[in-house]
């Protein structure tokens, strides 16, 4: 198979599998375990996989920056949908949005409520229809304790609206 003919197949299978893409060859493993995990959740519900967005990577990157003293659960409150989380050890990308994606048992879309006591805003957040792209950061906070955070454009969880 000529050059040519494999450059075409591998731009025809990334048409086919968008998060297997060329994607791979721009972005860390980490970035590519975020997306697949929340394009996986989207696709369980007909929502459209998100896109990596490095501007929106930079705004989480710097936040979790600031929380590397304390590792202390805050959100930024800054003009994004956000989820954050922190865990002891090496808290993965993929346990993050694991974590999220598991506030879907307390979810129900016939309501557009979460079951009561319970959270489920991450989820929605993940799941949101109108939102398209995502930017996330992990850090080490001195006390051996990861902070992971993602920034979600356009944000979701609009008090009345269903996600999906």
């Known amino acids: 198979m000529g050059l040519t003919k494999f450059l075409l197949a591998i731009y025809l299978i990334g048409l086919t599998l ?11 493993q980490g970035q590519l ?11 369980e519900v007909g929502v459209p996989p998100l896109t990596w967005n490095s501007s929106l990577a930079a705004y989480a990157r710097k936040w979790a920056n600031t929380r590397i003293e304390k590792c202390e659960m805050e959100h930024s409150n800054g003009p994004y949908g956000e989820c954050i989380a ?4 090496n808290l993965k990308a ?3 949005v694991r974590m999220w994606a ?4 307390f979810y129900d879309h016939a309501s557009n409520k979460c079951a009561d006591g319970e959270s489920c805003g991450h989820y929605t957040q993940v799941v949101w229809r109108d939102t398209k792209y995502l930017g996330c ?3 080490k906070c001195k006390n051996s ?15 009345g609206e269903s996600p999906y």
């Open 33 to 43: 375990r975020f997306l697949d995990g929340h394009n996986a959740e989207r696709a």
């Open 94 to 96: 993929s346990d993050a």
């Open 145 to 159: 304790w990861m902070f992971v955070i993602c920034s979600y454009d356009p944000p979701g969880n609009y008090e």
């Open 86 to 89: 922190e865990g002891y050890g």
């Open 18 to 28: 968008p998060h297997v893409s060329l994607l791979a060859a721009k972005t860390g």
């Open 102 to 105: 598991g506030e879907k048992k």
């Open 137 to 139: 950061a992990r850090v």
